[in-house]
């Protein structure tokens, strides 16, 4: 079936970690944007979920760092976390091998990806599905691209990865969505934290939201690194969902800088029915 | 300097059962399996956060090591603050901070 649903949102630790020092106000009207997310995902028919994510060193590390990889296994489990300092308990998710080496198999006629049958969620993950399937009753699909140990795929590769992902998930018969998560411009995990430049954010937000490719590769690491910190390698994530959604644009649902949070909050949506992939031609 | 095996340590210490285990027995013992330097193993079993971040640890597993030992958000905040102060600007890595605090 073709794609039915596509999005993109953050992921922040402190989006469920430090909830209670948020604005309870400005807090609920995000989380309430990641429920108009989830419901408009599972009205979608949505039967299993690609997360397109960034993780931050729950599998991955500079002694085997692969530039993508895709979940191939039975179950996952999260968060590695402490649960208390996450504000999420242990769980374990349903995966879809049998679906994802399908995808895996398509994807590698045009890609090179990993992928990987044990798979720890870190809140780059687990944060996310806290939201988007609150029972964790759906089957996932996690997807790695390493936005932390440069040096890191190019832009226009994660453009390509989205348009692979698309076409290997056009091709299967389940109702998948992909949803990217990841943050914008911020400075996490350093004495920056809450650092935030939301005009920065919104210029990114327009090009993604346009699904301008060109103006979307065209961002250097280290005018990234300069303008939008570390943390603003993650675009990538957006990037490839972008790539998946070839050819339509989106809505922004929610966008809000919140400083304790450490992130511009984001949830975005882009329009699968316009981009008519080849392989559902 | 060893960034790679200091960073190690902590990547295992965070997502492995097994590793805390021999953390909270021996860890001593634990960190004969690194390659490390004095200062490295000094700054870890201290602990010394502020200088682990001038070291040059990637702050997402900084944060976790952090957490581990006992510092509250703010106080992690602080204590990489404390660290330049200390031990003078980040050595390696992409966590360095900016020098604006134009932000809430």
Partial sequence: ?281 | MSLYYLQKVMFELNRDAHVRARYDADFDELLRDYDLTGEEVRALTEPDIGLLYVLGVNGQILMHYAALAGLEWEEYKQAMRDGIEEHGQVRAGLYAMTGDTNYA
């Avoid at chain 1, 198999?105 to 990806?113: P, R």
């Avoid at chain 1, 990865?161 to 290997?168: C, D, P």
């Avoid at chain 1, 070839?246 to 400083?259: F, K, Q, T, V």
Wanted: aromatic fraction near 10%; charge should be negative.
């Fill in chain 1, 1 to 281: 079936m073709p794609l039915v649903f596509a999005g993109a949102c953050s992921h922040a630790p402190g989006i469920t970690g430090r909830a209670e020092r948020a604005d309870p106000k400005v807090r609920d009207e995000f989380y309430a944007a990641f429920e108009r997310m989830r419901v408009a995902m599972m009205d979608a028919g949505t039967e299993t979920l690609v997360v397109v994510g960034a993780e931050h060193f729950a599998n991955f590390f500079m002694n085997n760092m692969p530039a993508y990889c895709v979940g191939m296994a039975d179950y996952y489990e999260g968060p590695i976390e402490d649960p208390e300092w996450l504000g999420i308990q242990p769980v374990r998710v349903p995966g879809n091998p049998d679906l994802s080496r399908r995808v895996i198999k398509s994807m590698l006629n045009e890609i090179d990806v990993a992928y990987a049958e044990e798979w720890k969620f870190d809140h780059g993950i687990i944060v996310p599905l806290n939201f988007l399937t609150p029972d964790y009753d759906l089957d996932i699909i996690p997807v790695n691209i390493n936005c932390q140990g440069p040096p890191l795929t190019p832009l226009h590769r994660a453009y390509e990865f989205g348009r692979a992902l698309r076409r290997a998930c056009d091709a299967q018969p389940e109702n998948i969505a992909v949803v990217g998560t990841g943050g914008i411009s911020h400075w996490p995990a350093t004495p920056d934290s809450g650092k935030i430049d939301e005009a920065w954010d919104r210029e990114f937000l327009e090009k993604f939201l346009a699904n301008r490719r060109e103006d979307l590769v065209a961002y250097t690491d280290e005018d990234t690194l300069r303008d939008a910190g570390q943390g603003g390698f993650e675009i990538r994530t957006f990037v490839a969902v972008a790539g998946a959604t070839e050819g339509s644009g989106g809505e922004l649902w929610y966008y809000e800088p919140i400083p304790i949070f450490a992130v511009g909050c984001t949830v975005a949506v882009m329009d699968v029915k316009q981009a008519v992939s080849e392989a559902a031609e």
